[in-house]
């Protein structure tokens, strides 16, 4: 969130898109004074432009910004261009604008407008808007329990007090963020007695089906609604942005082996014969759960820091540059979350395989995108 209002924010914008497109003259147009209105109506260089504008940068916010800011320009009239504002643009909500066909710009210098007779494309200019300290992290390796769970579970409404059980995080901490991931429009509350959520879907269900907080006794208590997660996809995309792998305990080595996965093999089976908790994940973990393309790097999880015996018995030799096995002992144990069995491979949950292939090399980006289309989609998407 941006420590600036969107007032003051709004104050900047007629100016930041003359700039952009090396105009002059700026017409206001039309500021917000009804809902249903725009934030932002400004001629300048002989168009119209319609903008929204989000003082926040949440996946969530931008969604919601390009759906309204492409009615509101339908609305005004045909050669309106749509645009959204914020005071930084990252890398899921540029991906957001781009599906959804909308132009964009930051506050920052940077933009994407395209229309008719006119395009600019400027990238790279630094965030103008950093907040001073250290901003807090829905994704954080803990706080990420909650996000893991919720998108395993996505299909399915649950309260608060389950996830609480089920992630091991005291129940005050999960209400924290929870209330983090409704404010931002990850999550919404269920509706009790059949009536919908605010994501418009109507995907309420009764109090005799269990809506509502257990109270330890298999009963529920009507007026405590559940939990459901209202765009699975966008919350994905939100953690793998904010996510970064390089923050676990990393060893890197050698060890023979003819390929990736003969190497998978023979960890794994070492591993579980000695009765030591892990999961692959990385390229290992996405060819186990949807034999996507070869790899050379294996990339294991595991519960605590790897004993000489064991590195021995491996035959392990560290080695950051020719490297083929990655032993990683994370930041949280919540990685192993929703851990399956594959063939005889122990894998992390898709999810976490996922937003792990964030940061890995080869052919990460291409078995991202297939792990995504066979195992992770749901029917809330969009």
């Known amino acids: 969130m941006s420590p600036w209002s969107e007032h003051q924010l709004a104050a900047k914008v007629p100016g930041t898109l003359a700039g952009l497109l090396g105009a002059g003259k700026v017409k206001l147009v039309k500021h917000r004074e009804k809902p249903s209105v725009a934030d932002l109506v400004i001629s300048v260089a002989g168009k119209v432009f319609v903008v929204e504008l989000k003082a926040t940068t949440s996946a969530s916010a931008i969604a919601m910004a390009a759906q309204h800011v492409k009615g509101y320009a339908t609305r005004i009239g045909r050669n309106v261009v749509p645009l ?33 007779g006119l395009m600019v494309i ?44 089920s992630t091991g995080l005291d129940e005050g901490f999960v209400s924290r ?22 994501c418009g879907s109507g995907f309420g269900y009764g109090s005799g089906a269990g809506a509502g907080e257990s109270d330890g006794t298999g009963d529920s208590r009507p007026g405590s609604p559940a939990l459901r997660v209202c765009n699975p996809a966008l919350l994905l995309d939100a953690w793998r942005e904010a996510y970064q792998f390089s923050k676990h305990a990393l060893l890197q080595g050698h060890v023979a082996a003819r390929s990736g996965d003969a190497l998978l093999r023979f960890a794994a089976d070492m591993f579980a014969e000695q009765g030591i908790e892990h999961a692959a ?102």
């Open 84 to 116: 959204v504002a914020v005071p930084f643009m990252g890398g899921v909500g540029r991906k957001i604008c781009e599906e959804a066909g909308i132009s964009w710009f930051d506050l920052s210098g940077n933009a994407r407008i395209i229309a008719p």
């Open 177 to 198: 963020i929870v209330a983090r991931l409704v404010s931002e429009k990850y999550v919404v509350r269920v509706g009790i007695d059949g009536q919908g959520d605010d």
């Open 281 to 382: 994940t990385g390229l290992a973990g996405a060819w186990a759960l949807t034999r996507f393309a070869s790899f050379r790097i294996v990339t294991i999880y595991l519960a605590k820091d790897p004993s000489p015996v064991l590195l021995e018995s491996l035959g392990f030799r560290e080695d950051p540059r020719g490297a083929n096995l990655w032993l990683v002992v994370p930041r949280d144990s919540g990685v192993f979350q929703g851990a399956l069995e594959k063939d005889g491979i122990r894998c992390v949950h898709p999810v976490q395989v996922y937003v792990d292939l964030k940061d890995h090399p080869e052919r990460a980006a291409e078995a991202a995108e297939r792990l995504r289309t066979e195992l992770l989609t749901w029917r809330h998407d969009g």
């Open 122 to 165: 400027i990238d790279g200019r630094p965030n103008r808007f950093r907040s001073a300290g250290r901003p807090p992290n829905l994704f954080a390796p803990m706080s990420s329990r909650v996000t893991r769970w919720l998108l395993m579970h996505a299909e399915e409404p649950m309260t608060q007090r389950e996830i609480s059980r």
